[in-house]
C-alpha cells in the first residue's frame, strides 16, 4: 500500500501524467497549424491569398476563428437516430485516433509506451476508426450517410492490406516491431535512412505505404466516403457542433499519425539527417515533427492536384495493383535480407 501511494504521488505518476497530456496537447496544436496550413496552401495552389483578415498577419488566426464557431453551432440529433450510438460514434473514431499516439517514438526519450509491438499496436489500434464511421452512418438514419460509411470501410479495410505489407517489409529489415528499435536501425547521416538505397526495394515499398496512407485517412484522391458532389458530406451529414469536430480532429490526427510512421519507417525517424550533429532528445522531437509535416503538407498538396477517383477505380488500385507489387516487394526485400 505504501508503494501505492509513493507511486500515485510521487514521480511515476508525474511521468504517466506528463506522457497521457503530452500526445493531446500536440494534437490540438498540430490541428490548428494543419486547418491553417489547408486554407493556404490550397489558396496559392490557386492563385489566391487565402484568408487575411481573421489576425493580423496572413489570418493566422482564422483557425481559432473556425473552432469558436464551430463549438458554437446547435448540437442536433436526428428524430430517427440511434441515439446511443449517435452519441458513441465520434467519440470512437477520435479514440482510435489518438490512441495511435502513444507508440510513435517522437524523441530517444520520450515515447508514450516503449512497447515491443510498436507498429503491431498502431495498425490495431486504427482499426477502431471503421467500427466508429459504421457507427456514425448506420446511427444516423440517413441514406448518405450510411453509403459514405460503406464506403469507407470497403476503402479502409482494402488499403490496410497493401499498407501493411510495405510496413511488414521495413520490419523484416530492421529485425524489430519496436518502433524505436526501427528509428535505432538508421542512425547516422541521411543516407542510412531505408528510403535511400540501403534497400534498393524500400523505395517502392514507400511509394506504396504512402498511396495507401492516404486511401486510410480518406485523403485525395480517396476522399471518395466525403465526396461532396455525390454524399453531401458522407458518414458525417447529420453531426453538428462538437460532434462534428471530433471527426474533423481525428482526420488531422490520422494524417500526421501516418505520416510520422512513415517518418520512422523511412526517413529515419527522430534522427538528425546530419549524423550526430543536431541531435538528442529535444532535436529528436524537432526532426520527427518536421519530417511528419512535409509529408503532411503533401497530402495537402495532392488534394489540390489530383481529381478524385471512382468507386471502382479506387478498387481496382487496391486490389490489382498495390497488393501484388506489394506482396512482389516483400518476396523481393525477404531475398535481399537473406542473400545480401
Keep these: 500500500m ?53 489576425g493580423k498577419w496572413h489570418g493566422w488566426a482564422q483557425p481559432l476563428a473556425d473552432v469558436v464557431k464551430l463549438l458554437q453551432k446547435e448540437d442536433t440529433i436526428p428524430t430517427a437516430a ?17 490512441a495511435a499516439y502513444a507508440a510513435i517514438p517522437f524523441s530517444p526519450a520520450y515515447i508514450g509506451a516503449d512497447i515491443n509491438l510498436g507498429i503491431f499496436y498502431i495498425i490495431a489500434v486504427s482499426a477502431i476508426v471503421v467500427l466508429g464511421i459504421l457507427m456514425a452512418g448506420w446511427s444516423s438514419d440517413n441514406k448518405w450517410s450510411l453509403l459514405g460509411a460503406m464506403r469507407t470501410a470497403a476503402q479502409l479495410v482494402s488499403y ?66 466525403e465526396a461532396e ?32 510512421v512513415a517518418a520512422v519507417l523511412f526517413f529515419g525517424g527522430w534522427n538528425s539527417p546530419f549524423g550526430t550533429f543536431m541531435s538528442g532528445p529535444i532535436w529528436g522531437a524537432f526532426w520527427l515533427i518536421t519530417k511528419g509535416m512535409v509529408l503532411v503538407f503533401i ?14 477505380q479506387l478498387m481496382y488500385l487496391s486490389w490489382k495493383i498495390l497488393t501484388p507489387f506489394a506482396l512482389a516487394d516483400l518476396v523481393a526485400v525477404g531475398l535481399w535480407t537473406v542473400l545480401r
Excluded at 499498407?163 to 543516407?191: E, H, K, P, R, Y
Excluded at 453531426?239 to 510520422?260: C, K
Design 2 to 54: 505504501h508503494n501505492f501511494i509513493t507511486y500515485y504521488l510521487g514521480a511515476g505518476f508525474l511521468a504517466s501524467l506528463i506522457s497521457s497530456v503530452l500526445p493531446i496537447v500536440f494534437v490540438l496544436g498540430y490541428a490548428l497549424v494543419a486547418m491553417y496550413l489547408e486554407l493556404k496552401v490550397s489558396a496559392h495552389m490557386q492563385d489566391r491569398l487565402g484568408p487575411m483578415r481573421t
Design 82 to 98: 440511434d441515439k446511443l450510438l449517435y452519441i458513441l460514434a465520434p467519440l470512437l473514431v477520435f479514440m482510435g485516433s489518438y
Design 160 to 225: 490496410e492490406i497493401p499498407s501493411s505489407l510495405a510496413v511488414l517489409a521495413v520490419i523484416m529489415v530492421a529485425g524489430s516491431l519496436n518502433l524505436n528499435d526501427v528509428c535505432a536501425a538508421q542512425t547516422g547521416w541521411f543516407w542510412n535512412w531505408f528510403i535511400f538505397g540501403k534497400f534498393p526495394f524500400l523505395f517502392i515499398t514507400f511509394v506504396i505505404y504512402f498511396i495507401a496512407s492516404l486511401a486510410e485517412t480518406n485523403r485525395s484522391p480517396f476522399d471518395i466516403p
Design 229 to 260: 458532389s455525390e454524399l453531401v458530406a458522407g458518414y458525417h451529414t447529420e453531426y453538428s457542433g462538437m460532434r462534428f469536430a471530433f471527426f474533423y480532429l481525428a482526420e488531422y490526427a490520422n494524417m500526421f499519425t501516418v505520416a510520422a
Design 299 to 312: 497530402q495537402m498538396w495532392l488534394r489540390w492536384t489530383l481529381p478524385r477517383f471512382r468507386v471502382d
